[in-house]
Each structure stands twice: as structure tokens, then as C-alpha cells.
């Protein structure tokens, strides 16, 4: 792995670089693509013999559960070849802070209500289960890594301007569940 130095402009080490570029980052990256593997293989093979024999609610509940689930490892996959890339020098960590925007890891997102997860298949509760956790680690990494540099070193980017108005509509809709759950 390329490195040049873990130090920032004020003397202070970067722990979150040091750890994307150590073996510990290697065992997350085999772990993390692991389980994008093992969730591929079960969804395509015994996930769908067993999406077939739930009544129809459930049925509904595993198609949502399977598809944050893919998206989930999709969003994972994708930050940690990110890293690899500038642990590998492909990219630099200021180029790659620019391209993780495109990369979305919320810890908001976060799998259903335990009663809709109760009827799902123990499988796919577990997959759910070790992707919000994987999730959790990276993103813990993520802040490790880019929320503690020094201006100089990542480009400053402005917010999104969508960000600003999904929160809107968040509240929003929000609040009109709460108020449509009181009648």
C-alpha cells in the first residue's frame, strides 16, 4: 500500500489514514466485499425459494428489506474500492473525497421495524443485520478519514443544494405520518 505520511499540517497524526491504509483496512475490504458476495449469492438462489413461500405482506416486506440490503453493500463495495484505490495510488485523497460524494452512507438508513423483520427469513435478517453493522464501521472510518483534515488538505466542496430540500421533505412527510397515525 502507498503512503506517504499520516501527519497533518499541524503535527497531529491522522489515525482514520493510518487505519485505511493498514492491514486492519484489508481485513474490513474482504469482509465487506465477502458479504456483498454472500448476500448476492443467497438473494439470487435460496432467498428467492424462500421470498416464493411468504404470504403476501411478507413477500412485500422482503422485497424492500432485499433491495435496501443491495443497495446498502452497493454503497459499502464502492467506498472501500475508493479507499483502495488511494491505498493502491490510483487516486489521491483529495480525488477521492471529491468522488465519495457520489457515494451515499447514511446512518439513518436502517432496516425495518422488528415486527416486519421477524417475518423475514433468519437468512436475510442476518445478511440486513451484518450490513448496518459494516455500514456503522465504515462509516465511523469515513469520518476518521475526511471530516478531520486540515483545509489544505481535501478540496472544500459546497453542500448539495438537494441536500437542503430532501430534509424538507423528510420533515414533511414526517410529519404528516404522525398526524395521519393520530385520526
Known sequence: MLQTSFFKEDGTVSFGEMLAASDQFLT??????DLVGDAAAYLDGDGREEARALPR?????YAVESMRL?????QVASWLLLQRAVNEGELTRAE????????YLSRQ????SADVMEELPPR????????LRLQARILNLDEQIYRTRGPRDVAVLAPSPVE??????RAAFGAARVGSSAM
Open 70 to 74: 443491495t443497495t446498502r453493500l452497493m
Open 164 to 169: 437542503g430540500q430532501i430534509e424538507r421533505l
Open 124 to 131: 436475510l435478517r442476518e445478511l440486513v443485520e451484518l450490513s
Open 28 to 33: 474490513l475490504f474482504r469482509e465487506g466485499m
Open 96 to 103: 477521492a473525497s471529491a468522488e465519495k460524494r457520489r457515494i
Open 57 to 61: 405482506a411478507a413477500a412485500l416486506a
Open 109 to 112: 438508513q436502517a432496516a425495518a
